[in-house]
């Protein structure tokens, strides 16, 4: 629910930004009303129910948690965590009918990320004895996990202060001075790079060992490689909103990735 709920906002915040518009590239950015004030009725239906939906679990989530304190005690506070963070998405929802503050919009953005990884690790968490008996070297999957983190969150300030044309060139920057946000574009693409380079490094730690964690740490490297091909092919064909949308929900997918692998 928390996946589609990202998604669903992210079309929200990126056709309200004026990405896929027409005439492209020239109605981007424009902040009239006409472009702040589409509806979209049923995305933003959609995502009040799903948004109404989520708020119940979470509570379940955390009566459930104190239930089974004894045997998992790490994850009591996990989910007063997740509830935390379900009122802090709610209040900025009630805040922001539109998407018109960047820093909103990131903190939006970021703690619904934040979100669904705190609901996948809840739900891989293992009982303090799986944990133990399938103990591995965690560096690369720690490592690995912070790259991530660091390339959604340039991706998310891009995203949200709306860069897009900022870079529009491959496969760094043309210009010579663009300001911060073709840095942004150039840290972004730059640390695409060092990931598949990382994942693939990461990939050959864990084929030794076997398991679980080395099916994964492939898994990540192939949603890597497609985010980068993505990425790159989203650039070239002029940013349509259809492929920022999945290059959104594959960077979901990579962050859910990294989390499993880290709890494997």
Same mark, same amino acid.
């Given at each position: 629910?928390?996946?589609?709920?990202?998604?669903?906002?992210?079309?929200?915040?990126?056709?309200?930004?004026?990405?896929?518009?027409?005439?492209?590239?020239?109605?981007?950015?424009?902040?009239?009303?006409?472009?702040?004030?589409?509806?979209?009725?049923?995305?933003?239906?959609?995502?009040?129910?799903?948004?109404?939906?989520?708020?119940?679990?979470?509570?379940?989530?955390?009566?459930?948690?104190?239930?089974?304190?004894?045997?998992?005690?790490?994850?009591?506070?996990?989910?007063?965590?997740?509830? /935390?963070?379900?009122?802090?998405? !709610?209040? &900025?929802?009630? =805040?922001?009918?539109?998407?018109? @503050? %960047?820093? $909103?919009? #990131? *903190?939006?953005?970021?703690?619904?990320?934040?979100?669904?990884?705190?609901?996948?690790?809840?739900?891989?968490?293992?009982?303090?004895?799986?944990?133990?008996?399938?103990?591995?070297?965690?560096?690369?999957?720690?490592?690995?996990?912070?790259?991530?983190?660091?390339?959604?969150?340039?991706?998310?300030?891009?995203?949200?202060?709306?860069?897009?044309?900022?870079?529009?060139?491959?496969?760094?920057?043309?210009? /010579?001075?663009?300001?911060?946000? !073709?840095? &942004?574009?150039? =840290?972004?693409?730059?640390?695409? @790079? %060092?990931? $598949?380079? #990382? *994942?693939?490094?990461?990939?050959?730690?864990?084929?030794?060992?076997?398991?679980?964690?080395?099916?994964?740490?492939?898994?990540?490297?192939?949603?890597?490689?497609?985010?980068?091909?993505?990425?790159?092919?989203?650039?070239?064909?002029?940013?349509?909103?259809?492929?920022?949308?999945?290059?959104?929900?594959?960077?979901?997918?990579?962050?859910?990735?990294?989390?499993?692998?880290?709890?494997?």
């Amino acid at each position: 629910m928390m996946a589609l709920l990202a998604s669903v906002s992210a079309y929200l915040r990126l056709s309200a930004a004026g990405l896929g518009c027409v005439p492209w590239p020239a109605c981007y950015q424009e902040r009239s009303a006409s472009v702040e004030r589409q509806h979209h009725p049923v995305a933003r239906l959609t995502h009040r129910v799903l948004a109404a939906g989520l708020g119940i679990l979470v509570v379940v989530i955390v009566f459930a948690a104190v239930a089974m304190r004894p045997r998992r005690p790490g994850v009591v506070w996990a989910a007063l965590l997740a509830l /935390a963070l379900t009122v802090l998405l !709610a209040m &900025l929802g009630r =805040a922001t009918p539109t998407a018109t @503050g %960047a820093g $909103v919009a #990131a *903190a939006n953005l970021l703690g619904g990320m934040a979100m669904a990884a705190l609901l996948w690790w809840l739900a891989l968490h293992p009982t303090p004895a799986r944990a133990r008996a399938h103990e591995r070297p965690q560096w690369p999957a720690i490592t690995m996990l912070a790259l991530v983190l660091l390339q959604v969150v340039l991706g998310a300030l891009i995203s949200t202060n709306r860069a897009a044309l900022a870079c529009p060139t491959l496969p760094l920057c043309a210009e /010579a001075d663009g300001g911060v946000p !073709a840095a &942004l574009h150039v =840290a972004h693409r730059l640390l695409a @790079g %060092a990931l $598949v380079l #990382a *994942a693939a490094v990461v990939t050959i730690i864990y084929a030794r060992s076997g398991g679980g964690r080395s099916r994964l740490a492939i898994a990540v490297a192939a949603l890597v490689v497609v985010q980068a091909a993505a990425g790159a092919t989203m650039v070239g064909s002029g940013f349509p909103l259809g492929l920022a949308l999945v290059h959104h929900a594959g960077a979901l997918l990579l962050l859910l990735a990294a989390v499993w692998m880290l709890s494997a």
